[in-house]
């Protein structure tokens, strides 16, 4: 005689989950893993490149007066990584008042997050700029503004996320599923705010070291 099945009723189960309970959030930590291999090549290839030079940064002897030691300045690089690494925590704020459908706070959140990263931008142009070479001098300048150019695509892809998602919550309510999108979009600034981390360590201190 057969046993009976086991039956669930998942007529009172709630359709959207939070967290590691979603399908969407799965789906993003796959492509934030996806993204950090794009960037640890990146990374391989700068230290792959640094064995070929004697001096890091190489010698800009292109320009008068040459630049023996083209070391990339901190100021404007230092400023931009303590941004973001601190809109984690409006971020979070914005993502808790996702949570709770707060939608007045949502777009404020939103709207404030716009402003930062739009100010990472911009600060990413003068970072360009405190590099001292450009793209196509040598290999180290093609590396480092391949970084640069890859996270700068990484904040304007968020930007856009940012800007979507304000200009809904201002015009609509705030369900669970957009209140998960808004949740998935704080994961991917967290990831953002944290690999400029590293690559500014890379970028910015690594030459100072070697």
């Not at 070479?133 to 590396?143: G, H, L, P």
């Not at 700068?152 to 968020?158: A, N, R, W």
């Not at 979507?164 to 015009?171: E, K, M, N, R, Y």
């Not at 957009?178 to 979009?185: E, F, K, P, Q, S």
């Amino acid at each position: 005689m057969s046993q009976p099945r086991a039956v669930i009723d998942a007529r009172t189960l709630p359709d959207i989950g939070f967290d590691a309970r979603s399908l969407l959030w799965w789906g993003n930590l796959l492509l934030v893993l996806i993204e950090t291999t794009s960037m640890a090549l990146l990374f391989a290839c700068y230290f792959y490149i640094r064995r070929n030079f004697w001096e890091w940064p190489p010698p800009r002897v292109n320009v008068i007066p040459p630049m023996f030691e083209p070391v990339p300045k901190l100021g404007w690089a230092t400023v931009n990584v303590i941004l973001m690494l601190l809109a984690c925590l409006p971020m979070y704020w914005t993502d808790m008042a996702a949570r709770r459908k707060d939608r007045p706070r949502v777009v404020l959140g939103l709207t404030l997050m716009i402003v930062i990263t739009i100010m990472c931008c911009v600060l990413r142009w003068q970072e360009f700029r405190d590099v001292y070479f450009k793209w196509d001098e040598n290999a180290y300048a093609s590396i480092v503004w391949c970084i640069l150019v890859m996270h700068l695509f990484y904040l304007l892809t968020i930007l856009v996320e940012f800007a979507l998602g304000a200009v809904w919550a201002a015009t609509h309510e705030i369900h669970d599923k957009h209140a998960l999108d808004i949740t998935l979009i704080g994961g991917f600034w967290y990831w953002v705010a944290g690999i400029w981390a590293i690559s500014y360590v890379i970028v910015w201190w690594y030459p100072r070291w070697s």
